[in-house]
């Protein structure tokens, strides 16, 4: 599975921005797709992700500012982001993986390359 992201770019602070992530290759192995973020001088942390029926999970803090969707007809999932602030300043990668319900492990898992979100004036 190959997993291409984009859509990121400077954007001011209180801005909006929409990511998207391209998925292809053996698609059929995955159902959980998702987002992880990774400012500068920090680790990589999870930002949000969608199963294949619809299910979220979103990190806490930024549930009601971010927003998953995904179109399996397109292969692609999106990535939402209003009211955007400096510390959401971050390299954003795409994830996927096989798991069916957040409860199970992922065995494996794929990543795009990162697209990079800056939130500056």
């Known amino acids: 599975v190959q997993l291409q992201a984009s859509g990121g770019g400077l954007v001011q602070p209180g801005g909006s921005l929409r990511l998207s992530c391209a998925a292809s290759?053996?698609?059929?192995?995955?159902?959980?797709m998702g987002w992880y973020r990774q400012a500068p001088g920090g680790q990589r942390e999870f930002v949000a992700g969608?199963?294949?029926?619809?299910?979220?999970n979103y990190r806490g803090s930024l549930k009601g500012r971010f927003t998953i969707s995904r179109d399996d007809a397109k292969n692609m999932v999106y990535l939402q982001m209003n009211s955007l602030g400096p510390e959401d300043t971050a390299v954003y990668y795409c994830?996927?993986?096989?798991?069916?319900?957040?409860?199970?492990?992922?065995?494996?898992?794929?990543w795009g390359q990162g697209t990079l979100v800056t939130v500056s004036s």
């Open positions: 994830n996927a993986d096989p798991r069916e319900a957040w409860t199970q492990p992922a065995p494996y898992e794929y």
């Open positions: 290759g053996n698609i059929y192995s995955i159902n959980a």
């Open positions: 969608i199963l294949r029926g619809g299910s979220t």
